[in-house]
């Protein structure tokens, strides 16, 4: 039967090859040569702009995935669907549920680093100490670091756009249930019979009976695609602030070249 499932499933996949867009590669414009004190920035910015281009990538490939299997559901039998839904439905839908948040801390964490080593240059009284360890890099350190470049307010709204409220909402919180709880299911199935809810002001709880029903396939997959150009919409404005950067580091880089040596 599995064979017989991928195969209706390769059949219909190219229906679904308009769904979100590519990110572009090697659309950096650093100067070459490069002065030594450029490194750091050259190198992380190579690896952060592949890297959120795969995430994003792989991000959108698995989306065109969940539709093409959305849109077969119908045709299959009982049997059908539930082979379906376990073997290749709910790890996609599951992975494509946590990849917005994911593609959000990375984007923080890649701006936070290249606003920082710019800024060691362009403020050079500017403390090292005001970039934390990886660990803690969130949005606070991206804000401290991209405060000084005018394009850092338009990346900054859309990358705090990525998995937002309505996401959070439509899907019961699943990124957070996933990661601490028990999160609804995919398709099919009730999670949460039994809820407590507790107040703080009383001391006491009260337990509440009911259930959570599982999240309908095709109202994810809308919900993704949507999260897909928010996705894209943060890259593009994370692009445009490296092209400041790139301005300021192929200016200084001119001039350092030009001193005697």
Same mark, same amino acid.
């Given at each position: 039967?599995?064979?017989?499932?991928?195969?209706?499933?390769?059949?219909?996949?190219?229906?679904?090859?308009?769904?979100?867009?590519?990110?572009?590669?090697?659309?950096?414009?650093?100067?070459?040569?490069?002065?030594?004190?450029?490194?750091?920035?050259?190198?992380?910015?190579?690896?952060?702009?592949?890297?959120?281009?795969?995430?994003?990538?792989?991000?959108?490939?698995?989306?065109?995935?969940?539709?093409?299997?959305?849109?077969?559901?119908?045709?299959?039998?009982?049997?059908?669907?539930?082979?379906?839904?376990?073997?290749?439905?709910?790890?996609?839908? %599951?992975?494509?549920?946590? %990849?917005?948040?994911?593609?959000?801390?990375?984007?923080?964490?890649?701006?936070?680093?290249?606003?920082?080593?710019?800024?060691?240059?362009?403020?050079?009284?500017?403390?090292?100490?005001?970039?934390?360890?990886?660990?803690?890099?969130?949005?606070?350190?991206?804000?401290?670091?991209?405060?000084?470049?005018?394009?850092?307010?338009?990346?900054? %709204?859309?990358?705090?756009?990525?998995?937002?409220?309505?996401?959070?909402?439509?899907?019961?919180?699943?990124?957070?249930?996933?990661?601490?709880?028990?999160?609804?299911?995919?398709?099919?199935?009730?999670?949460?019979?039994?809820?407590?809810?507790?107040?703080?002001?009383?001391?006491?709880?009260?337990?509440?009976?009911?259930? %959570?029903?599982?999240?309908?396939?095709?109202?994810?997959?809308?919900?993704?695609?949507?999260?897909?150009?928010?996705?894209?919409?943060?890259?593009?404005?994370?692009?445009?602030?490296?092209?400041?950067?790139?301005?300021?580091?192929?200016?200084?880089?001119?001039?350092?070249?030009?001193?005697?040596?």
């Amino acid at each position: 039967m599995h064979l017989d499932l991928y195969r209706r499933f390769i059949e219909a996949r190219p229906e679904f090859d308009a769904v979100g867009k590519i990110m572009p590669y090697g659309w950096t414009n650093l100067p070459n040569p490069l002065e030594a004190i450029w490194m750091a920035y050259s190198v992380m910015l190579d690896d952060f702009a592949r890297e959120l281009a795969n995430a994003m990538n792989g991000f959108t490939l698995n989306v065109r995935r969940l539709c093409t299997w959305e849109s077969l559901m119908v045709s299959l039998h009982e049997e059908e669907q539930a082979e379906a839904q376990h073997e290749f439905i709910e790890p996609i839908a %599951t992975l494509c549920l946590l %990849t917005p948040y994911m593609i959000k801390s990375r984007l923080l964490f890649a701006t936070a680093h290249l606003c920082h080593l710019v800024n060691l240059v362009r403020e050079a009284d500017r403390p090292e100490g005001l970039l934390p360890g990886d660990d803690a890099i969130w949005m606070d350190s991206a804000d401290r670091q991209g405060r000084p470049w005018r394009r850092y307010t338009r990346l900054k %709204t859309r990358i705090e756009a990525i998995g937002g409220k309505k996401l959070k909402n439509a899907t019961a919180d699943f990124r957070n249930a996933f990661e601490h709880r028990f999160p609804p299911r995919i398709g099919t199935g009730i999670t949460n019979f039994v809820t407590r809810d507790f107040n703080p002001a009383t001391g006491r709880g009260v337990y509440l009976f009911g259930g %959570t029903d599982a999240l309908a396939l095709k109202d994810v997959a809308a919900l993704l695609v949507a999260e897909l150009d928010k996705c894209y919409a943060a890259f593009a404005a994370f692009q445009a602030l490296v092209a400041d950067h790139e301005t300021f580091v192929t200016a200084q880089n001119a001039a350092r070249a030009a001193r005697p040596s």
